[in-house]
């Protein structure tokens, strides 16, 4: 399968400005032949968000902006991966959803590690590690940004069958790298396909580094590495998954009974 990774450039945090924005992107991927468009971290509103842009970027699952985006999918004939702001009534997540090319919903995470004070003072962390859809016949999981440097969460995408694993990312200057080295290493050490897709520029004093990329499990990557809007076509093919988890069995391997009995306190617990 065929997907596309939209390095989208920082600008107006108008929602329906970027809406807009999205659904030319999404149109050129699906004309580039890609059967899913992944997008950045919170891409309703862009990151982090003012409150006034948080007040008007946030609702539920089958809120508006979401809707937008089912009928950005429909219309350009693509899956979508987007960030929003999550508003369940009670709370407000930074989230993630999957939505077919008929613009059905197919699955919605919430980031559970939350990265310092610009995520801590605006949202709530999930509660649920693995979240998987099928795309185009591939079992597809989600994290965001924070959540791909804890090797525990990627380990269990590898362990529940993900073969894709797509973190829309706001990675920030100096931590390039992340892209460069973590990111390939978690999709080599857990055997799957990482779609790590980052906005570019400036916005409310965060420099954001780019380098959006797609990690494959044999230790080969495609990375954007212009500093500058971009979208990144790669090709997912499940049979390099397959090979990968046979030349390497690190999954088959793995020896658990050895960290079960390790106190809470070394962070095994």
Known sequence: MRIACWQAACGSPDVTHLLGRLRAVARRAAEAGAELLVAPEMTVGGYPLRPGTLA???GPVDGAHCMTVSQIARECGIAIVHGWPEDDG????????VVSSEGVTLAAYRKAHLFGEVDSSRFRPGAQGVVQASVGGLTVGLLICYDVEFPEAVRAHAMAGTQLLVVPTALMQPWEFVARTLVPARAFESQLYV????WIGEHQGLRFCGLTTVAAPDGTRLTLEEPAEGLLLAEIDPAVVAKARSATPYLHDRRPELYEGLPARLGFG
């Open 56 to 58: 008007q970027a946030s």
């Open 90 to 97: 009670s709370s407000v997540y930074n989230a993630a959803r």
């Open 195 to 198: 779609a790590y897709t980052n």
